[in-house]
């Protein structure tokens, strides 16, 4: 029998020993099912998802032990990667014979059942690696999909590591906008006015009709972060122009 671990929270574990782990996991193939990890020598080469996972999971994680048939069909790799399909028991023995395991996992494309999950164990919550195995004394991804709010620190390392540059002033903007002398310049500028509220849409009229159709889509685009009735206005005027101009003389 192979013998794995399956990191959850602990709240869910409570009844797993009665009811078994369900299959709500999605696998590369699109199958539902368990993730899992060999149980190898090291305690902490075998609980390593424990801190990743916490990112994701609220609350107390703790691991449950199951043991599965030699021969069940599982699939074996790195995270994001493609896996390979192998046995469980060929599973085991290819993370043990790694030199650096951290970041594999094992998929069971089913339902673990009650008579399979052997014991539940308590596990430090900061044993293992986050954000990815070798992330130690690297910059740390600030990006939504990484960094996702309410994190254990989120806010200060979004702070600290700004996934993008702050915006800069619209005095700024507007002065190189001004200064802008091909489409593809003032095109760059207004994406750059797009990213937050700037106020009045004024001083971007002169724009709607400028002779280059994409300068007066980015505008179109832009103006809807703007507040007031002469961006709606502006609005209205750059899609009825190009209505006119798009229909069959």
């Known amino acids: ?146 960094l996702r709010r309410g994190g254990f620190k989120a806010a200060r390392l979004r702070r600290r590591f700004a996934y993008e540059e702050p915006p800069k002033p619209k005095n700024e903007l507007m002065a190189e906008l001004r200064a802008a002398e091909t489409a593809d310049e003032i095109i760059d500028v207004l994406a750059e006015l797009g990213r937050g509220r700037r106020g009045g849409a004024e001083e971007l009229a002169y724009l709607a009709d400028h002779p280059d159709p994409h300068v007066r889509q980015t505008l179109e685009s832009v103006l809807r972060v703007y507040r007031g009735s002469e961006a709606r206005r502006l609005r209205d005027r750059i899609r009825r122009a190009d209505s006119a101009e798009s229909e069959p003389s």
Request: with cysteine; glycine share 8%; proline share 9%.
């Open 1 to 146: 029998m192979a013998e794995f671990v399956h990191i959850t929270r602990a709240g869910s574990a409570r009844r797993m020993p009665r009811s078994g782990i369900a299959a709500v996991s999605h696998g590369w193939a699109g199958r539902r099912g368990v993730y899992c990890m060999p149980v190898l020598p090291s305690f902490t080469l075998t609980y390593q998802w424990v801190r990743e996972l916490r990112r994701w999971h609220p609350g107390v994680l703790v691991a449950v032990h199951l043991r599965l048939p030699d021969d069940e069909p599982v699939t074996i790799g790195h995270y994001g990667a493609q896996p390979d399909e192998a046995t469980a028991a060929r599973a085991v023995a290819r993370v043990r014979a790694l030199d650096d395991p951290r970041g594999y996992e094992v998929f069971v494309p089913r339902a673990v059942t009650a008579a399979e999950v052997r014991r539940i164990r308590d596990v430090p919550q900061g044993v293992g690696w986050r954000y990815l195995p070798a992330a130690h004394g690297r910059r740390p991804c600030a990006c939504p999909y990484c």
